[in-house]
């Protein structure tokens, strides 16, 4: 049996970080609501702080120095004041320097973000969620070639599982694991005929986020898939729901 990282818990609030006041911090905006007639409630993935909400006092203005910079997939610094769940945002500004994205890849961008709304806690200061989302959309904008869209959604959630404690091993017995409940367990040294299979020779690749081989991508698009349904809840993604439909269109 392969052991996996003890998992946090899932969604919740964490403050390990005061943040009472925050002048300049960099930051993507993942979630926009509207708060009242003129304002905006904004959830963003920083650097240093993590996952944060903030309300945008009079972003929806016309006159709001705000309008068409306070936008998902933007890169940003930030400002702001409170130490509470909900800050107050005091400063907005476009760091620059980043492609659109656009077409399916802005389907993807939308997928990341539900990822990260839905597995991170808030103010969890862990730094490699931020830099792995940044890779992954200079990917998507086309900014760094990378290997394509799919191999950057791969390695975004095989990374995001791992910092938020949801991750696999990175060492496996030869032979084939099948997934049960949290746990990749060893099945044999044949594949499974009653459920999905995953080689171990797949499995150490795609612990080295690589994903070169057409059979390693296939195993990786199956395991992630029911990996993230598991610790995501029962109520299904999204923007998953919407890729697929479209899709199908």
Known sequence: MAGNAEPRTLGGYINRKPSARVGEEPAFAIRLRPWSETSLLVDFIT???????????????????????????????????GGGATKNLTKVEWMGGFSPIEGDALLSGFYMNEL????????????????????????????????????????FEM???????????SEFQNGYYVLRGAELVRAGDEPSGSEPSYPATSLREMAKLDFSRPET??????????????????RPLSSRRIIAELKRL
């Not at 989302?133 to 394509?148: C, K, M, N, T």
């Open 47 to 81: 650097k240093h702080y993590g996952r944060i909400t903030a309300r945008a006092r009079g972003a929806k203005r016309p006159t709001s120095p705000w309008r068409g910079i306070l936008a998902e997939f933007s890169p940003l610094l930030i400002g702001w004041s």
């Open 159 to 169: 990374q995001l599982l791992r910092l938020t404690g949801y991750g696999f091993p």
């Open 217 to 234: 991508a296939r195993a990786a698009k199956t395991l992630l898939r029911a990996r993230i349904a598991a610790v995501a809840g029962d």
């Open 116 to 155: 990260i709304l839905r597995l991170t806690a808030k103010e969890d200061p862990e730094e490699g969620i931020f830099d792995a989302y940044w890779e992954a959309l200079r990917v998507l904008s086309g900014q760094e070639p990378g290997d394509g869209v799919e191999v950057a959604l791969r390695r």
